[in-house]
C-alpha cells in the first residue's frame, strides 16, 4: 500500500467515526429536588436563584424572573436514566398588573467547548391563562442575544418540544453559552408553564478527531525504517 492509499484509508476510517459520534449530554435537568412549599420569586420561601444541572455541566437561572415559581407534578417524557416525574420547574406569571412573569426569562448557561451543532428538550404544558408565546434565544457573549426560530406554545398537557440548534454555528466551540427562554401570553395571576427534563446535547467536534487522525498519520509515516 502505498503512502497515499495509507493515508485515504486512514483519513476515511476517521471520518466515518467521526461522522457516527453519538449525541453528548452538555446538561441535563430532572428538578426533582425543588422542593418549594408555594409558588414565590427566586431566593425567597425555598425558589432557588439558579439550579446546578443533575448530569453533565451547566447551571439554569431564575435571577431575572419577575413572576413566582413553584412545583408542580412533573413528566416522564424527555427523562434520562428512567427518572421519576416527581416535580417540575412551574413557572407562575404572579399578581400585579401588567402579570409580573409576562417578558420575564430564565437562562441557560453552559460550555461547547469540544462541542458542536446543540438541540434542546423538554417536556412541557400549560395552563389556559398560562405564558403561550414563549422566545428562545441564544448568546455567546451573555449580552447580546438573537432569537432561535418562531416563539412555543406549550400544549394543555405534557408534550416535548425539540430545538434543533445545529445550524447556529455560532454555538459550536464556544466556551461560554447562554439560551435564554423569555415567556409571555399569560392572561391570570395563577397562569402558569411547567418545564421538565430539560436536556442540552451536542456533538463531540469532529476537529479532535482530525487532529488525532493527522497526529496518527504522521507518526505512521515519521516511523523510523527496520533493516
Ligand atoms: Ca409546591
Ligand atoms: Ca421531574
Ligand atoms: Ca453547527
Redesign the pocket.
Known sequence: MTIIHRTLVLASFFTITAQSLPAAVVAYWNFNNLNISGANTPGTGGVPTTIAADQGSGSLDLSSWAGTVDDYAGSSLNTLNSDTASKSLSLLAASGSPYPGNNSFITLQFSMTGL??PSLSFATQGTSTGFNSNQLSYSIDGSNFTNISSPFTPDSSYSTQTFDL????D??GASSATIKITFSGASGSTGNNRIDNLQLNAIPEPSTLVLVCLGLTALTFHRPQRS
Open positions: 458542536s451543532d445545529s445550524s447556529i454555528n454555538l459550536d
